[in-house]
Antibody, heavy 120, light 106 residues
Framework: QVQLVQSGAEVKKPGASVKVSCKASGYTFTNYDISWVRQAPGQGLEWMGWMNPDTGNTGYAQKLQGRVTMTRNTSTSTAYMDLSSLRSEDTAVYYC?????????????WGQGTILTVSS | DIQMTQSPSSLSASVGERVTITCRASQSIKNYLHWYQQKPGKAPKLLIYAASSLQSGVPSSFSGSGSGTDFTLTISSLQPEDSATYYCQQSHSSPYTFGQGTKLEI
């Protein structure tokens, strides 16, 4: 069965960086894009960007350009999201999701979420 | 960026009732519109994709309609487990924006 398993909760200080992982199983990793979505406490969903695990191509939300990097390791079927120069506003739950081209890019499977707390 | 506006922001309904949630896009997105359900502390779950296609395993009480700028999610007969927050999302153009959410209380 398809699963996306994310790394554990993180606590970081302002200005630091964080790297969240998302390990895929149950399907061919390189056949589906991965998107990252975050959710600040009590708030809605915010799309952060996408990555094609086959080519490594990426696209990022304008507001995160320069601070976010999405990469992958195809040998371990793992996607990564790096966020740098952290601020308190980056405190959120971070989700990875599988993107299905044949469903007009709907997100059909999601990771369990990784809680990031940014605090001095 | 395409803005997605949901209404209402919250609603309360009873078991067995029919409810409709509306999502409006700031420009035409054809049918690149998806609906997700999120329960507290859980990841979102895909309900409807491409405006009206039911995701596998989702009860047929859920349905979606619309195209262009106006879309609806309908739950034909509410069940207690439908209590959740519902989000629409467009995938017509980057960034793939979400609506602000509709909290449904049963």
């Amino acid at each position: 069965q398809v699963q996306l398993v994310q790394s554990g909760a993180e606590v970081k200080k302002p200005g630091a960086s964080v790297k969240v992982s998302c390990k895929a199983s149950g399907y061919t990793f390189t056949n589906y894009d991965i998107s990252w979505v975050r959710q600040a406490p009590g708030q809605g969903l915010e799309w952060m960007g996408w990555m094609n695990p086959d080519t490594g191509n990426t696209g990022y939300a304008q507001k995160l350009q320069g601070r976010v990097t999405m990469t992958r390791n195809t040998s371990t079927s793992t996607a990564y999201m790096d966020l740098s120069s952290l601020r308190s506003e980056d405190t959120a739950v971070y989700y990875c999701a599988r993107v299905v081209l044949g469903m007009d890019d709907a997100f059909d499977f999601w990771g369990q979420g990784t809680i990031l707390t940014v605090s001095s | 960026d395409i803005q997605m506006t949901q209404s209402p922001s919250s609603l309360s309904a009873s078991v067995g009732e029919r409810v409709t949630i509306t999502c409006r896009a700031s420009q035409s997105i054809k049918n690149y519109l998806h609906w997700y359900q999120q329960k507290p502390g859980k990841a979102p779950k895909l309900l409807i994709y491409a405006a009206s296609s039911l995701q596998s395993g989702v009860p047929s009480s859920f349905s979606g309609s619309g195209s262009g700028t106006d879309f609806t999610l309908t739950i034909s007969s509410l069940q207690p487990e439908d209590s959740a927050t519902y989000y629409c999302q467009q995938s017509h153009s980057s960034p793939y924006t979400f609506g602000q959410g509709t909290k449904l209380e049963i």
